[in-house]
């Protein structure tokens, strides 16, 4: 089946060091998107692309940084982690050709801690 | 930008009763409403959306409600079964595919 995936699926590191999260889709959409969800804070987005020359900043960009690869890639990454970045990250796509809905599918999420 | 409040955060309720989750939003321009179910330990996927085109919207034992001159939408869940326990987030876009802004959830219990 059309999948997103996302890696790693955990993630310990310390405070300073740099990390990437990856994910790739099989789902052919042309849009993608990471969000961050936190306890009682819900599902906030960071970053997201339209397609491959298109990236835009989301409500929560500091501290992140994204590259979109390809169409079906779209990494995630914290230049110098800090512990309040410590949280469950997602990874979506959706596809607005015509006629199709706005729905997000969601990738398997990565839980990162930074000590 | 778009502000989405969400309440109850935690709802109990007995098998069989009905639960309603509420979200109010403050972007007039916000046109499409959809409502996502995340079970413990698994990604969020959407159950029901709704256009600002309509007022209401059903699927089965869930439906959604849309009041656009309060600037608020609601999510009915009707004959309540244990597999309905989850958090439940809705969310506010201005056309479908722009910025999703989503509500801080709802655990909902559904106590046997």
């Known amino acids: 089946d059309a999948d997103v995936t996302q890696t790693p699926r955990n993630r310990i590191t310390k405070t300073g060091k740099r990390i990437m999260l990856e994910c790739s889709q099989t789902k052919g959409h042309d849009r993608m998107y990471w969000y961050r969800q936190d306890p009682g804070l819900g599902l906030r987005l960071i970053y997201y692309?339209?397609?491959?020359?298109?990236?835009n900043k989301g409500e929560i960009s500091d501290g992140y940084s994204v590259s979109r690869q390809a169409q079906a890639k779209f990494s995630l990454s914290l230049e110098s982690a800090i512990p309040n970045q410590t949280a469950l990250y997602f990874c979506?796509?959706?596809?607005?050709?015509?006629?199709?809905?706005?729905?997000?599918?969601f990738g398997e999420g990565s839980r990162l801690t930074v000590l | 930008g778009e502000n989405v409040e969400q309440h109850p955060s935690t709802l109990s309720v007995q098998e069989g009763d009905s639960a309603v989750i509420k979200c109010t939003y403050s972007d007039s321009a916000s046109n499409y409403f959809p409502w996502y179910k995340q079970e413990l330990g698994k990604r969020p996927q959407l159950i029901i959306d709704?256009?600002?085109?309509?007022g209401e919207k059903k699927d089965q034992r869930i439906a959604v409600t849309l009041n656009k001159t309060a600037k608020h939408f609601s999510l009915h869940i009707t004959e309540t079964q244990p597999e309905d326990s989850a958090v439940y987030f809705c969310?506010?876009?201005?056309?479908?595919?722009?910025?999703?802004?989503f509500g801080t959830g709802t655990s909902l219990t559904v106590i046997p």
């Open positions: 979506a796509t959706s596809d607005h050709r015509t006629g199709i809905t706005g729905e997000l599918f």
């Open positions: 969310a506010a876009s201005i056309n479908t595919g722009n910025q999703f802004y």
């Open positions: 709704i256009r600002s085109n309509v």
């Open positions: 692309s339209f397609d491959v020359k298109d990236i």
